[in-house]
């Protein structure tokens, strides 16, 4: 695999040196472009970025006003792909998010007008504003890459990623994504309040929303395709795989979790893993890849016997990777 | 990696290695060549034609080989394997020769060799990996001068060629570390305090020469002076010794391997020779009696330093009484002796000593009869006692039991006995007296038959060696030789029974037989019993004598020349056969061995292709597992075990929970070390433990040298 445009053909190639380097390359460019919208928030910006390359959907959640909404527009900018936006309310329907069957007169023929989901970059804003239904419509698109119409599948882009933003103090008018569908998300990212130094540079005019005016694509749709079958190529050691594996089992038996980690968790482990040691220039995962994205992959996986609480959830996984010992060759 | 790391690994494996380009590396490597070769031709006195290939050939080779550095030079190769055969097929030639003609100058031949091939192989030393085989291969050549070294000259060739050595491996280690990439831009770093790494892997190549030059020449000197000086004067004594002093009555014969019987000096019976030890011989004995059976053992009973192969001559019987063999004079003479060497003189019934001396020393292995063995005649005995008894036919017995572990050495006389010598003593004077004639040609009454046969057969025979012959070839040819014949029936003659009715017979029968008809033509012989030679074993150079070797043979006296042995039952030469150089046996056994080689050849090729097929099928193998991360690296390992002790003297200890990144940057961080290198250490180390292929060489060479700078901290 040497070119963007190849085959994509995932697990069916060896990285070459120059593949990582330039998968690497790609994934450090988006990352820099976040970094001048969103100020000082690198960590999450980094999170963001692995969950493009490692194919996966991204939840963000926070208090209002601190940039969730900014954040899922510079990474559709970012991408030179198709962009849909959806503001969830409770009145929007299934069909309005995946498309609908019209009948033409004309022709005497139904024909499929594709609803907003048929994108690269999907933004569902404050998604649990939209009623139990939309939101399971949405489930299948995340988790199968493919919508249901009128008893017709069809499939979406390889690029398909959905961001979808949320307030978790708000409860009014609301309906909480269920366990099920935070799983399908690969991260769940929150900004916090951006720091003094990165306030004030907003205030001054620099970063926010006027920075995005300035906002170039750098990864182009076919880019992005390539860099993820490149992700999937990335090497895995049975140790490291172990390793992945005695993480997400010791959640399961931690005190505090009431429920822990599911298997479609350890494989998004894994694809982070890979999608990290990518962007640090390595064919293979090292245990300190898993290290990095452990955190914000597993915490809005466990189910606490406390309620939701997300910082105690990463604290725990914190916890975790301060007793799991690394593999040793 | 896109294409299959299995070929790639098995291309590094045998693919040519980096061309060296170092000019002084393969400078100091020629001129330890050089001094080696010179040295060799020196001591072996070679030819001009040697000298040209040393001193034109190989620094021609060396200037070839090294601007063909980057060919990959298959046709020269595959020249220069054909052309190192032929050297070696010349050699075996010219050795097989010398192996036949007897001659002792082996050392130019493989002289020859040595310095061919160092001049075939100078033609192809592309790489360090070949210059430092040539350097190895010198080594050998200052070994083989050494040994053959016989003055202190040599001394001036060793201390050039170990300056040259020693000069090439510091140049050889610092060109390979030249080759370890980014070290040059350490050692370039502007900041003083951070080539930390470059100081300590590259040593100042003058000083380090230096250094290991002086402790060598220290720990040589130191070697030499403690190492014990052989005095001049023990050449000039052989090999005596003896475990326990056990008197024996004056001047008989004890055998204690022959039973109760054997204690009088007198044969045994049938009935006693059960009782015997199963290697006694009964020919040990003063009465032989022939129609005893029963042969001993492979026990070894005794191993026999000497230059050429002999009979072990024992005692010899005069007296035949149709029956048994007698020593009627068994009255000893006492040979004195000072320092434990006794000059043996000559029987009454002997001429003359011969013109060639053969040392020979007897190890005992097992308690025997207290006959000094020797080859014909012995002149002097240094024996562990201070006399030793001679009988009047010139057997000697000691005083002593001959017990386990006793040594004694005897320096016979040997004539060169030729046919013509043999033929032409029939013109000279008996001289052994009448009664010497008389003794040895006395014979019972005998059946005619006998005598008439011993007539017919030398009847065209003109002389007495012939006759001899004559006997030889009609026994050879009318009689088998047989250990499984039944008992002699009571009252039958021995040798009459043999010729005539049994035809079958050991050497006793045989050996009989020939003395006797020899007599009844009036030649004086006698039946003489000792040891064969035994077999020499090629490593220690030691003849091996047996219990089943023990034998008994026919001696003919021929005026002028002496006691000859005859031994009508096996084929031994007269004199002795070859020369006595230490490899000529194995050599002769390799040069007999080489046609069954040839046939094992195309076996071999099948072995081999088998076995080169099972190692690449093991490379895959390995090569797959390692794909699929089963294998263990062991590298990343011990390198990381490594830091991990280093770090534990810095007081930083590992926890379980470090990552291998994590662990080597916080011990970099209390070095002095770039943290770009501290960076490029783990990667290269976390790429060995878990990473699809291992790390390059080059990478694994400088991830070890910033390891080891990191251990050296304190």
Redesign the interface.
């Known amino acids: 695999m040497t070119s963007p445009t190849d085959s994509l053909t995932p697990h069916a190639v060896d990285l070459t040196d120059g593949d990582v380097t330039r998968a690497a390359e790609l994934a450090s460019r988006v990352a820099a472009n976040l970094d001048t919208v969103i100020k000082g928030k690198h960590d999450t910006v980094r999170l963001v970025t692995v969950a493009l390359v490692a194919g996966g959907h991204v939840l963000i959640e926070d208090v209002p006003g601190v940039g969730k909404t900014l954040l899922a527009k510079a990474l559709a900018r970012t991408v030179d792909g198709s962009f849909r936006r959806i503001q969830a309310t409770s009145d929007v329907l299934p069909t309005e998010i995946t498309g609908v069957s019209v009948y033409h007169e004309s022709s005497e023929d139904w024909s499929f007008r594709p609803g907003p989901i048929f994108a690269d970059i999907v933004l569902v804003d404050e998604i649990n504003r939209a009623t139990p239904r939309t939101q399971s419509a949405l489930l299948e698109a995340m988790e199968e890459r493919q919508v249901s119409v009128d008893g017709v599948t069809r499939p979406l882009p390889h690029t398909f990623t959905l961001l979808a933003t949320q307030n978790p103090v708000e409860h009014v008018g609301t309906f909480p994504l269920v366990e099920g569908q935070r799983d399908r998300f690969l991260t769940v990212a929150s900004l916090g309040y951006p720091d003094h130094d990165s306030a004030r540079a907003l205030l001054l005019g620099s970063g926010g929303t006027r920075s995005l005016d300035c906002l170039r694509p750098v990864l182009s749709a076919d880019e992005l395709a390539w860099v993820r079958t490149a992700a999937d190529a990335v090497f895995v050691d049975p140790r490291v795989a172990d390793y992945i594996l005695e993480i997400v089992e010791r959640t399961r038996r931690h005190a505090d979790v009431a429920l822990g980690v599911s298997p479609r968790g350890a494989l998004a482990t894994l694809q982070a893993a890979r999608a990290h040691a990518l962007m640090e220039g390595r064919p293979f995962i090292a245990p300190a890849d898993v290290k990095a994205i452990a955190a914000g992959v597993l915490s809005h996986r466990l189910l606490l016997h406390g309620g939701p609480d997300l910082e105690l959830a990463t604290a725990i996984v914190h916890g975790l990777l301060l007793d799991v010992a690394v593999p040793r060759p | 990696?896109?294409q299959s790391g299995s070929f790639a690994r098995l291309r590094r494996r045998f693919g040519t290695p980096r061309p060296e380009g170092s000019l002084p590396f393969r400078a100091t490597v020629l001129a330890a060549i050089l001094v080696a070769a010179t040295a060799v031709l020196r001591e072996v006195g070679a030819g001009p034609r040697l000298w040209m290939v040393v001193w034109l050939g190989i620094p021609a080779g060396f200037v070839w080989s090294h601007r063909r550095r980057f060919e990959r030079n298959l046709w020269l190769k595959a020249l220069l394997a054909l052309a190192v055969l032929v050297a070696f097929a010349n050699f075996l030639r010219i050795v097989s020769e010398i192996a036949v003609s007897g001659a002792a100058q082996l050392q130019l031949p493989l002289a020859e060799l040595f310095v061919w091939v160092q001049f075939l192989h100078s033609l192809d030393v592309p790489s360090r990996r070949d210059l430092l085989f040539s350097l190895s291969s010198s080594a050998a050549l200052m070994i083989v001068a050494a040994v053959l070294a016989m003055s202190m000259q040599f001394g001036v060739f060793l201390a050039v060629w170990g300056v040259a050595a020693l000069a090439s491996l510091g140049l050889a280690y610092r060109s390979r570390l030249a080759e370890t990439p980014g070290l040059d831009r350490v050692v370039e770093d502007e900041n003083g305090q951070r080539d930390v790494a470059a100081r300590t892997a590259v040593l100042s190549f003058g000083r380090s020469t230096a250094l290991a030059a002086v402790v060598v020449a220290c720990a040589a000197t130191f070697v030499f002076a403690l190492l014990p000086r052989t005095q001049a004067t023990t050449a000039f004594s052989f090999p005596a010794a003896l475990r326990d002093m056990v008197r024996l009555p004056g001047g008989g014969l004890a055998n204690p391997t022959l039973g109760g019987g054997g204690e009088s000096g007198r044969g045994p019976t049938q009935a006693e020779l059960e009782g015997r030890a199963a290697f006694g011989y009964f020919g040990f004995a003063t009465e032989m009696d022939t129609a005893l059976r029963g042969r001993p053992d492979d026990t070894l009973v005794m191993r026999v330093r000497s230059s050429e192969a002999a009979f072990w001559r024992g005692q010899t019987f005069d007296t035949w009484d149709g029956r048994r063999w007698t020593v009627t004079r068994d009255r000893p003479d006492v040979l004195a002796g000072r320092d434990e060497v006794i000059d043996v003189p000559l029987g009454p019934y002997d001429t003359s000593y011969g013109t060639r001396r053969l040392v020979q020393t007897y190890h005992v292995e097992v308690p025997g009869p207290n006959i000094i063995f020797a080859a014909y005649a012995p002149e002097r005995l240094y024996f562990p006692d201070n006399a030793v008894f001679q009988l009047p036919d010139g057997s000697l017995r000691a005083g002593v039991e001959l017990g386990t572990d006793a040594v004694y050495t005897v320096v016979s006389t040997r004539h060169d006995v030729t046919v013509e010598m043999l033929r032409a003593s029939d013109s000279l004077p008996l001289g052994i007296g009448a009664a010497g004639e008389e003794l040895y040609t006395r014979l019972p009454e005998i059946p005619a038959r006998v005598r008439d046969l011993a007539a017919d057969v030398t009847a065209t025979a003109p002389t007495t060696y012939d006759k001899v012959m004559a006997l030889q070839r009609w026994l050879a040819e009318n009689t088998t030789y047989s250990l499984d014949i039944p008992p002699l029936p009571e009252g039958a003659d021995t040798v009459d029974h043999f010729l005539f009715v049994e035809k079958r017979g050991f050497c006793e029968q045989i050996g009989s037989s020939l003395v006797v008809m020899l007599r009844s033509l009036g030649i004086p012989a006698r039946l003489t019993v000792g040891y064969l030679p035994g077999d020499r074993n090629p490593f220690s150079g030691m003849f091996e004598v047996r219990a089943r070797d023990a034998h008994a043979w026919a001696e003919v006296w021929f005026p002028g020349v002496g006691w000859q042995g005859f031994d009508p039952t096996a084929e031994v030469p007269l004199a002795g056969e070859g020369p006595g150089l230490a490899g000529t046996d194995l050599v002769a056994w390799a040069g007999a061995a080489i046609p069954g080689l040839v046939r094992l050849l195309p076996g071999a090729a099948v072995l081999l292709a088998f076995v080169f097929v099972a190692w690449g099928a093991r490379a895959l193998v390995r090569d797959v597992r390692r794909r699929?991360?089963?294998r263990?690296?062991g590298w990343?390992?011990r390198e990381?075990g490594r830091l991990e002790r280093a770090g534990r003297r810095m007081g930083r200890i590992r926890g379980?929970?470090?990552?291998?990144?994590?662990f080597v940057a916080d011990l970099g961080a209390r070095t002095d070390l770039p943290a770009e290198e501290i960076e490029r250490l783990s990667?290269t180390?976390?790429?060995?433990?878990?990473?699809?292929t291992p790390p390059s060489e080059a990478e694994r060479e400088r991830a070890e040298v910033i390891a080891a700078t990191i251990g050296r901290q304190r």
């Open positions: 990696m896109t699929h991360g089963l263990r690296s990343a390992a990381i379980p929970t470090d990552t291998t990144p994590e990667a180390l976390e790429a060995a433990s878990f990473g699809p």
